[in-house]
Structure formats: structure tokens, C-alpha cells
């Protein structure tokens, strides 16, 4: 009973249903509960991402396989990003992370492929005359840390080649 008389509510910690270890049925690691063996936990599904994404971003628009997000980057520039959900491919789960840069009749393709040339993730790509910069990776056994890592990168090379190719900040 409470000060008041009332009866005590029982309080437990919420739980983010996404810090939960990966387990597979069939799969030999599949042992108790915990983190992976590198100390880090695993995103188990898209949902599980996405749970762990909101919490962290500001999420602008949501739809079943995607979110979109619009994310600050430097000098008040601000970068247009977004997850795709892109299904089983190959025995795989696999998401995708993409930003968009110019459009391809308004930039100079071969220096955007000679400023790509040293990201150390994803690569460029025309999507309906725009050109973007992606990345993409398997959720199987991926780390948040191996999700967040990539993302950051993604939003901040697609902006650094917004600003060189085009001068603007329309993404």
C-alpha cells in the first residue's frame, strides 16, 4: 500500500523489444540469452529497426518498407536519407540507405564517380534521374552499431557531394 492507501503498482523498466540477441531457429548460436560474442546486440527484423531508429532520428515519413528522414549535416546544410526494407534477396534480408544528390541532367557524372572513389561504404547510383549515393547490408546478425555507423556516413558523403557537384542544398 501506498502513502495514500492505494495499492502499490508494480514498476518495471520498459524493455526495447530490439536489445533482445538474434535467435534463429537451426542456427548454432542460438544459446541463451544475451549479446553476440563482440559485445554487441543485433538487429533481429526491419521492425526491430525500425523501433530502434525512432527512438534515436526523427523520422519524417513512414510506410511499411521504407523511412524517410531529413538529417543535419554541416554549416546549417541539412541531408535528405532514406531505409529501405528491401526484402530477402539471395537467402538474405536486406536494407538500404540512400540519399539523393542531383539530378543527373543538372551534374557532371563522371566527377561525381572521381569524388565517390573513396567512400569506404556504399557507391553511386542513378534512381529516376537522380543521382544517390547507397549503401546496403544484410540485417542478419548486423549490429545497431553496424547500422548507425554506415547511415551517418551515407547522409554525410551524399552531402559533401551535393555541395561539390551542385552548389545547393535541394536534398
Known amino acids: ?8 503498482r508494480s514498476r518495471r523498466a520498459a524493455t526495447v523489444r530490439s536489445l533482445r540477441p538474434v535467435r534463429r531457429p537451426g542456427r548454432p548460436d542460438n544459446g541463451p540469452s544475451g549479446p553476440r560474442e563482440d559485445g554487441e546486440w543485433s538487429v533481429a527484423s526491419w521492425d526491430d529497426l525500425v523501433l530502434w531508429v525512432r527512438v534515436r532520428y526523427e523520422v519524417m515519413a513512414q510506410d511499411k518498407h521504407s523511412l524517410t528522414f531529413r538529417l543535419p549535416t554541416s554549416e546549417d546544410r541539412t541531408q535528405l536519407v532514406y531505409v529501405h526494407h528491401k526484402g530477402v534477396v539471395d537467402g538474405h534480408d536486406w536494407l538500404q540507405i540512400e540519399s539523393p544528390i542531383g539530378r543527373l ?67
Open 105 to 171: 541532367d543538372e551534374i557532371d557524372a563522371r566527377r561525381l564517380l572521381e569524388l565517390a572513389e573513396d567512400a569506404v561504404v556504399g557507391g553511386a547510383a542513378a534512381v529516376g534521374g537522380v543521382a544517390v549515393f547507397r549503401h546496403a547490408t544484410p540485417l542478419e546478425d548486423l549490429s545497431f552499431a553496424e547500422f548507425d555507423a554506415p547511415f551517418r556516413l551515407v547522409t554525410r558523403i551524399a552531402d559533401q557531394l551535393e555541395h561539390a557537384l551542385t552548389g545547393t542544398d535541394r536534398y
Open 1 to 8: 500500500m501506498s502513502e495514500r492507501g492505494e495499492p502499490e
